[in-house]
């Protein structure tokens, strides 16, 4: 649900089977993950007002539409990859292995990640290296474009600083 509502602390859930191997196993674990009254209620409120949530996700869903193909465009324009196939959710893996090649000998493409993460950070962007995300090599990184328009073409801006070296956050600016 918290991913759903942008409510980014209700932890709700609904498992809904026929499997009963699943459900036993589902019921051995759920006993010590009981949510909180507040959340609950929070929950049922928005849940039971259909008319809220349905204009909510329409609004959500056109938003993330037009927030995505935003920052394919930009992507695309400063010559960065990603994962093409992705049509749904809040996030792009984009591509860094280029770059991360540069910082890095053959033999360790990881610290190279490790590198180019911590010039993004210090640059004061945050995206979600694909070690963190246990991907199957280095370079890629989680892009949320989620926020307002403004902080996405601002991240992606330094972004691009950074990867072709021209980052001038160093200096003070942020």
């Not at 749904?88 to 770059?99: E, M, S």
């Not at 902080?151 to 801006?157: A, D, S, W």
Request: proline share 1%.
């Amino acid at each position: 649900m918290s991913k759903d509502t942008a409510a980014g602390g209700i932890r709700l859930g609904c498992l809904y089977t026929r499997n009963k191997d699943l459900m036993r196993a589902a019921q051995t674990i759920t006993q010590f993950h009981w949510s909180g009254n507040a959340n609950e209620k929070v929950a049922t409120l928005m849940l039971e007002d259909e008319k809220w949530m349905d204009q909510f996700l329409e609004l959500s869903r056109t938003r993330l539409a037009e927030r995505n193909k935003m920052v394919r465009q930009i992507l695309d324009d400063n010559g960065i990859k990603y994962a093409h196939g992705a049509n749904a959710g809040f996030f792009l893996w984009i591509d860094l292995r280029p770059w991360v090649r540069q910082l890095s000998n053959e033999e360790d493409l990881w610290a190279g990640e490790d590198e180019l993460t911590g010039r993004l950070f210090e640059n004061k962007v945050y995206v979600t290296n694909g070690k963190e995300m246990s991907a199957e090599e280095p370079g890629w990184y989680r892009l949320i474009f989620s926020q307002d328009e403004r902080v996405v073409r601002e991240g992606i801006r330094r972004i691009v600083q950074v990867i072709k070296g021209k980052s001038n956050l160093a200096d003070g600016q942020a």
